[in-house]
């Protein structure tokens, strides 16, 4: 096997490597990482009290 075609299979192998990372990140669910105050739940008067 010569080297310049196992060196293409290899820069394949890292282009598919790449593609499939890339798509694994599109399609990871990032609203659990971000904080969204609509979704925080209600504090009460204690700990409001206790944070001031």
Do not use: C, W
Request: net charge negative; proline share 6%; charged share 20%.
């Amino acid at each position: 096997m010569s080297v310049h075609l196992l060196a293409g299979v290899v820069v394949l192998l890292v282009l598919v490597a790449v593609s499939a990372y890339r798509e694994a990140l599109r399609n990871e669910p990032l609203g659990r990482f971000r904080i969204n105050p609509g979704k925080l739940p209600q504090m009460d008067e204690t700990e409001e009290s206790a944070l001031q």
